[in-house]
């Protein structure tokens, strides 16, 4: 056995090794949870909870982010102060200046940084378990496939990627690895948007009738990367369109069988010489429950949807947000039209996606939005991209289960 390939045994061997630590280790950390008594009698007040158990810094999984532009740097790395179960152990950026910084500033070893020419090294890190990438749309097939020959688990912003085919060939590529692929819908693991999730199995609203949502903001940079057709795929479809499809599908539990699109590009605006300044979109689902949505560029912030049912409606306003989530509902009770806010807890989105990532890691789980999940949204936007060009509708078979078990979160 030559020396390189007497390394990659060691590092696969030690990083096997160490799962079994963990999981013993979440075991023992979620039994010797320490519970507080109540300060304030429950009948009046609001409950108080203690936060569940944290593993261990040294047991925590190992997290390498890949690409260090907004999302990394605003979202993603702080929120591994907020994780209980994941780690930031290396850095993947084109700029190793910023590089140091950023890993000076969260413990991250000089040692463990790497570039893009070097990303591959990865696979002789052992404590690097999970991929995180935080790139451009046109970036993440690349680096899925890389990531998972590497020997590592992936975690994948939305869009999946930039066609349908790109992220058929992630979806292989992972299985074919053995490693887990989930993709970032942190909505779907977000606490309000669970109780919505909750209302409707408990049949509380009743039968669900359409819904209506609308995600869009004022786009600036004319040389940003997600204004480029090449690197983003498409527009404000692909980019935040997607949280009003998503919504509708995983509120429900159920799949389009229809679409109808229609797509706007603003003249003389250089911001879409590429791609769409918005689009609007109406999705049909077998049981008669529809979705009306729109997504753009070139409005001023919004963020929102409704859900109408038969017995009552709730609402999200702001909906998609990284924080300062609202959520109500509305319903009428013995002749009387009831409105109510809804308290949730809030809580660090980034880090809920980030623990359900490590714990499936830990306890070898399917992740709730793996691959499929990605790959039906890539299915959809590519049917109404096809309905706007031909001014009709398109339909849509209806895929086999697309989700992991529910996370292991309270809504």
């Known amino acids: 056995m030559g020396r390189r390939d007497f390394l990659g045994w060691a590092a696969a061997a030690m990083a096997a090794s160490s799962v079994p630590r963990a999981f013993a280790a979440l075991d023992t950390a979620q039994a010797n949870a320490v519970k507080l008594p109540p300060l304030h009698a429950p009948r009046i007040e609001a409950g108080e909870s203690t936060p569940d158990p944290s593993l261990p810094p040294s047991e925590r999984i190992g997290f390498a982010v890949v690409g260090l532009g907004h999302l990394a740097l605003g979202q993603v790395l702080p929120a591994f102060s907020h994780s209980r179960y994941a780690r930031p152990v290396a850095l993947v950026s084109g700029d190793r200046s910023k590089a140091l910084k950023v890993a000076a500033q969260h413990g991250i070893q000089e040692r463990a940084i790497y570039d893009y020419s070097t990303y591959d090294r990865l696979a002789d890190n052992p404590e690097v378990k999970v991929i995180y990438i935080a790139l451009p749309n046109a970036m993440h097939a690349e680096y899925t496939m890389r990531g998972a020959r590497a020997g590592k688990h ?14 058929e060939q992630m979806t292989r590529a992972c ?4 490693v887990k692929l989930m993709l970032g819908y942190r909505s779907q693991y977000e606490p309000m948007d669970r109780a919505i999730v909750k209302m409707l199995r408990e049949g509380r609203l009743g039968r669900p009738l359409h819904f209506v949502s609308s995600n869009s903001q004022d786009q600036g940079d004319p040389g940003q990367w997600r204004l480029s057709r090449r690197m983003a795929g498409g527009g404000p ?7 009003c499809l998503n919504a509708a599908r995983f509120l429900t539990g159920e799949e389009p069988n229809e679409v109808l699109g229609q797509v706007e590009q603003l003249a003389g605006d250089a911001r879409f010489r590429e791609v769409e300044s ?17 997504a753009s560029y070139a409005c ?18 702001p909906a998609f947000a990284y924080d300062g989530l609202r ?7 013995e002749g009387t039209d009831q409105v109510t806010d809804i308290e949730v807890p809030a809580r660090d989105q980034f880090a809920t996606e980030l623990d359900h990532m490590a714990e499936c890691v830990v306890r070898d789980r399917r992740p709730h939005t793996g691959g499929e999940e990605g790959l039906q949204d890539m299915r959809i936007i590519a049917a109404i991209y096809e309905s706007a060009r031909l001014g009709s509708r398109v339909r849509l078979e209806q895929p086999a289960a697309t989700r992991g078990p529910e996370p292991d979160l309270e809504g």
């Open 154 to 167: 992936i975690l994948c912003e939305k869009p999946m990627a930039v066609s349908v085919e790109e992220a």
């Open 175 to 178: 299985q074919s690895a053995g």
């Open 237 to 243: 479809l692909v980019d935040v369109g997607i949280y």
């Open 278 to 294: 918005s689009v609007q979109f109406m999705l049909r689902f077998p049981s008669g429950f529809a979705a009306s949505c729109n």
């Open 300 to 317: 001023h912030r919004s963020q929102f949807f409704r859900l109408e049912c038969s017995d009552g409606w709730t609402e999200m306003n």
């Open 327 to 333: 959520l109500g509902y509305g319903r009428t009770l």
